[in-house]
């Protein structure tokens, strides 16, 4: 994932906008009388970066300097930081059945709420009128439909506070002059990927509101629509915070033995594969999966369930059964967390800075602690707090895994 979403940072580094932020000092003459003084500069040379903005007229700098690099790696950390907001608040969305009470969608017009009592009965019909309160909600009263309407409007009003803190700092950083070649690039794939996501979770809503008359299930919205929806979201979150982590963490120089490299190889396949198991719970979210087999580790009576393959043709068990969804998310967990346990004691063979062994110690806790977290609330029925925080977690192993990525990276020559 890192080769194919990430340039390297060779460029940058060796490029000749970063040489010309060192001021130029001419040699010293080896005479008496003229040692320590600079000599003059010649036509077309400069010695410092403002006078390369006065010959060019301009009154600001724009070539990309290191207070540049550290302010854009702040707003990027930043954004991450949104990103994991929204992937949570959504988790609560989906955990309270909240995500089909707006049947509807308009980017400046939803954004205020009904205000009065006459605009609140609208939207209440307007509910009425789709499956999931004629099949599950048809008791339900104005009150709660204010709660549930409410959690989803958070959630929508969240993503376009997402949508303004990638693309609003990203022109001024651009105007400035901030971002290198490379660094454009990634900020305007961010940025598309933002606004991706939001048409991304409309299409992902409609599912959910529309009609099947041979279904009496209750009414949900495609858990392929829902993964995808997810997966897009943590490829932003991974994207900004490596990036982030690039621009403000200094690299280190280790040496390039065999051991390091086996290392960082296991390390790139181990947080792929927490990457598929967080991924893996969307389709455990949208199937309601958590709530066929509560208990743990057999599930119920047998380590493999009869019903494991009930559906035909075979490849749909994979990602249509809950019991095979809910099996599945079981393994890749479990999986994750012995590779995150062997990653552990592979770094403690190899001479490592201190900040990298601070890294994968926690990722060892995280990792345990999740699967303290997903145990709890399988065997809790899907509490709503547990649940949330069971996701949560998800993201801090993600980001744990990133980070010992990045503590691990190549230093370019």
């Known amino acids: 994932m890192q080769r194919l979403l990430f340039t390297p940072l060779k460029a940058l580094l060796g490029s000749p906008c970063l040489r010309l932020l060192v001021p130029r000092v001419a040699p010293r003459t080896q005479c008496g009388c003229s040692c320590g003084i600079r000599r003059p500069v ?77 605009e609140w009965e609208a939207e209440f019909q307007k509910y009425q009128q789709f499956p999931e309160f004629k099949i599950l909600n048809h008791d339900m009263t104005l009150a709660e439909f204010k709660f549930i309407w409410y959690m989803e409007y958070s959630h929508r009003m969240w993503g376009r506070l997402v949508g303004l803190a990638y693309i609003l700092p990203a022109a001024y950083f651009w105007k400035k002059g901030w971002l290198t070649r490379g660094l454009k690039g990634r900020v305007l794939a961010l940025c598309g990927l933002v606004c991706f996501q939001g048409l991304l979770g409309w299409y992902m809503v409609k599912s959910g509101l529309e009609e099947k008359p041979d279904s009496h299930d209750i009414p949900r919205v495609s858990q392929y629509r829902l993964a995808a929806h997810l997966g897009s979201a943590l490829v932003l979150y991974c994207a900004s915070l490596w990036t982030s982590l690039s621009l403000l963490l200094p690299q280190h120089k280790l040496p390039e033995t065999c ?9 790139h396949g181990t947080a792929g594969l927490v990457f598929l198991t967080a991924l893996s719970g969307a389709f455990v979210a949208g199937l309601d999966a958590g709530l066929v087999y509560n208990s743990f580790p057999k599930m119920g009576e ?67 602690t999740q699967v303290g977290l997903g145990i709890s609330t399988l065997l809790m029925y899907v509490p709503t707090p547990l649940a949330a925080a069971h996701q949560s977690g998800s993201l801090a192993l993600l980001s744990a895994a990133l980070w010992l990525m990045n503590e691990l990276r190549r230093v370019p020559k």
């Open 302 to 368: 047998s380590w493999i369930p009869e019903d494991l393959f009930s559906f035909s043709p075979l490849l749909r068990n994979v990602f249509e059964n809950p019991t095979m969804v809910q099996f599945d998310h079981r393994v890749l967990g479990i999986t994750s967390v012995t590779a995150i346990t062997v990653l552990y004691f592979l770094s403690r063979r190899i001479p490592l800075p201190r900040r990298t062994k601070i890294a994968a110690t926690t990722l060892l806790a995280l990792a345990y």
């Open 42 to 118: 010649r036509p077309g040379q400069y010695s410092t970066i403002s006078d390369v903005a006065l010959q060019s007229g301009r009154g600001t700098v724009s070539l990309p300097s290191k207070a540049a690099e550290r302010a854009v790696g702040r707003w990027l950390l930043v954004c991450s930081g949104t990103v994991a907001g929204a992937v949570i608040l959504g988790g609560v969305t989906r955990l309270t059945e909240s995500g089909l009470s707006m049947v509807d969608w308009h980017l400046i017009k939803e954004m205020k709420p009904p205000t009065s009592q006459e």
């Open 259 to 267: 051991q390091l490299l086996r290392l960082r190889r296991f390390a």
